[in-house]
């Protein structure tokens, strides 16, 4: 078999030439394509395992703070549940203290409207009592019972002690020599000069009477001076009606 | 037209153009021609190459063969594959491209040439040697001739010589023996006989290439691995001693 030399070199050097070509066009290219995809996706890779490690992060940090977050408002919701239960109870006492008030209110006002249903009760029990012993005096005695007031006036002034005439002795002395007489009625001249005459014998002289009509005074009659007084009404006997009255109905309030 | 006839055993023989000793034959033409389609194809392809994950068939085409180069070099040498990609690749690629192309009618692989079988497996007789020594120095190449002692340098010797040899023929023979038969049967058989024959040889002509390229990447890796024994050897001894 023969072989040319120059082929044969000729053939190592073709050869040679192009492993050099292929090297340049082909491998070199083609593998450092391969190598750079391959880095590509390692790099991928590892930007996925570091975003998965940082979402992982994320996630614990947000169950972290989730969990702060659920605390915060057990707390939260605790601290506000015993501020209302506070609140409710300062509000309690404050309506029970306003209650109170308007209990004591109302207490007050009944109070005082009971008072002035027995001040209008006297008023018209004295005025109607008056009425009847009047008309009685005066269709049983045929005598006015101004009369019989005036009468009962003079007794008692004739009827003074002694320590009590000075008292009032003293008393018109130390009151400008003024005496005031009060009256729910009028009284005659007669009348007035015997009560004059009473009144000097029994205290003393030297001094003014002044009379002055007072439809206060319930059928009565009375002497004021400096702080004493000598008088007669039927306001004491009154009294003790009115009294018994509100006694009684008390009773009857309780019971209903 | 037959450019090689059946009396001529070889391409070689075509001669084209001649000046003094140098000579153009077919197989030189053949051979730039297969060169050209592989360079030129080449860069064709890689102009425009893209290390994105979207790329084009021709690439992935190129990619699926580099990578198959790649793997099987890895299994042997275990690292350093891209090292020696360029020889076992464009050997692989030269064998291959110019078997094929023995469809095309008027074609005559220059693998059917002795001489270029020859060149090639020159190439690898240098290359083993060249790897080795620059892989693990001169001197452990050179001692591993004389191993497991100096009587046996000469069977070292015969041994490498022998293989080259066995490369040169292996192809050789195979290639030129497969056109003189489809030669002969186109002669003497009906037209489908010498088809089946064609595909077959299609099959030979890169199975071919695969051994004569696996087959150096063997002797290079068994260059290198014994180069790896006699050091880890050393190795050891210096590590036991110490």
Known sequence: MHIDWFVFLAQIFNFLLLMYLLKRFLYGRIIKAMDDREAKIASRFAEAEDLKVKANEEAELYEKRNRMLHEKKEIMLNEATMAADAKRKELMEKVRTDVDAVKARWQDMLVREQDAFFYDLRQRAAKQLYATARKALADLADVELEERIVDEFIRRVKALDEEKSVQIRKAISGGGNKVIIQSAFGIAEPRQAQIEEALKKQITNGFTIRYLKQPDIVSGIELRVNGHKIAWSLNEYLEALVESLTETLQKEAHTT | ?242
């Open chain 2, 1 to 242: 037209m037959e450019i090689v006839s059946l009396n001529q055993i070889s391409p070689d023989q075509v001669i084209i153009w001649s000046w003094s000793f140098i000579v153009i034959n077919a197989t030189i033409l053949y051979t730039w021609l297969v060169m050209a389609i592989l360079v030129v194809g080449s860069w064709f392809i890689t102009r425009h190459l893209s290390s994105e994950m979207n790329v084009s068939r021709w690439q992935h085409f190129l990619e699926v063969i580099i990578s198959i180069i790649r793997g099987e070099i890895s299994e042997m040498t275990k690292k350093g594959a891209d090292h020696y990609v360029p020889l076992v690749g464009t050997l692989f690629l030269f064998i291959c491209m110019s078997n094929v192309l023995v469809v095309v009618p008027g074609f005559v692989a220059p693998t059917s040439s002795m001489t270029t079988t020859a060149a090639l497996a020159t190439c690898v007789f240098i290359a083993v040697p060249f790897y080795g020594i620059s892989r693990n120095g001169l001197f452990h190449y050179v001692r591993e001739y004389f191993q497991p002692n100096f009587i046996f340098f000469p069977f070292h010797v015969m041994g490498e010589l022998s293989r080259t040899l066995a490369l040169t023929v292996r192809l050789f023979g195979n290639i030129m023996s497969h056109e003189k038969v489809v030669g002969i049967l186109l002669a003497v058989t009906p037209f489908l006989f010498p088809v089946v024959m064609q595909i077959l040889g299609l099959l030979i002509g890169v199975i071919q290439a695969y051994i004569f390229a696996i087959l150096s990447m063997v002797y290079i890796a068994s260059a290198l691995s014994a180069e790896d024994e006699v050091h880890h050897t050393e190795t050891n001894k210096e590590g036991v001693s110490a």
